[in-house]
């Protein structure tokens, strides 16, 4: 599929996808770590998808065709400048850490990402999901990104107001590459900045399955006084389970992977049912907030529109 001198600037090599998401499932596929810009073009003429750390994702069972591309080192990159007028400029590429990015702002006494804190990401995809907690979002502080887009041949810079984000959706076309962000951000004290972040991450470890694999949350919120996860409890759900898939009982928008056993049928086939549950006793239309690869299309469908589902 690749030419020699791409293989030889960037690595290509064959994986099963569940060793590369955080809720341990998927087939395989060829895995592309892409380090050299100048490979851009041959890249793009094949059939591919973008991973960033495999959170919210899932991936069938069969694995996917196209190629899987990672961002190599040449995007794990953090460049911090010195604040002029209280705002400082920081400029990360989307295959660092958003944890490190966090760590980084927090040391330079920056203010804005320990919102952040807890989201297991890379920054592309924070960037392409605007990843978010109760307190903030990912593109709050960004005052510009790195892209391709789909149908385009080269990177380029987009400023913040060309983005018509909302809540988990950068606004930009499915297939877009991130290949980086700028933030501006406010200076901030250091350890009252470190201890809010310790904070979030604690209240995230005690209200979610952070040590179990999982994808994070399941489902959008249908609006923001009925998260997902409090109407899949009233719906009596927590805990049932298929296979080795379960539905968390310490969050009930989490479905876990707690032996490394559940397949993706397993997960679908509980989607399927809260998603029906939800549907004929409540009336609400829970829509997914992970991403599908290759998965049943029945799981985007609307549950009115398919049979009764008992699990």
């Known amino acids: 599929m690749f030419s020699t001198d791409f ?40 059939p591919h998808r973008w991973l960033g750390k495999g959170a919210n994702l899932l991936v069938d069972d069969a694995g996917v065709g196209e190629a899987v591309v990672v961002l190599g080192p040449a ?93 988990r959706d950068s606004g930009l076309p499915h297939g877009t590459l991130f290949l980086g962000c700028e933030l501006s951000l406010a200076e901030g004290d250091p350890a009252a900045l470190r201890a809010q972040g310790a904070k979030l991450k604690k209240a995230k470890a005690a209200s979610q399955p952070l040590a179990q694999p999982s994808a994070g949350c399941v489902f959008k919120n249908p609006t923001p006084e009925l998260p997902a996860g409090k109407l899949i409890d009233e719906l009596g759900l927590k805990g049932l389970r298929v296979g080795g898939a379960m539905v968390s009982p310490v969050h009930a928008n989490f479905i876990v992977n707690p032996e490394r056993t559940a397949t993706c049928s397993d997960v679908s086939a509980l989607v399927r049912t809260i998603r029906d549950r939800a549907w004929r006793e409540r009336g609400i239309e829970l829509r997914l907030e992970v991403e599908t690869w290759n998965c049943p299309a029945e799981l985007h469908a609307h549950p009115r529109d398919l049979a009764k589902v008992e699990v």
């Not at 569940?18 to 041959?42: C, I, N, Y």
């Not at 010195?82 to 927090?106: N, S, T």
């Not at 892209?147 to 107001?161: D, I, K």
């Open 75 to 167: 995007f794990d990159t953090c460049e911090l400048s010195p604040a002029r007028g209280g705002v400082a400029l920081v400029k990360a590429g989307a295959a660092l850490d958003l944890a490190e990015l966090i760590a980084a702002c927090i040391a330079a006494g920056l203010a804005g990402p320990e919102g952040l804190s807890g989201v297991p990401a890379s920054v592309g995809g924070a960037l392409r999901m605007n990843a978010g907690t109760s307190t903030c979002w990912m593109l709050d502080w960004v005052s510009r990104v790195e892209v391709v887009l789909p149908g385009e041949r080269a990177p380029r810079w987009l400023e913040r107001a060309e983005m018509p984000a909302s809540y």
């Open 7 to 46: 293989r030889a600037k960037n690595q290509v090599t064959d994986v099963r996808l569940a060793t590369r998401t955080t809720m341990k499932v998927g087939g395989p596929a060829q895995l592309v770590s892409f380090d050299d810009r100048g490979s851009l073009g041959e890249l793009l003429d094949v």
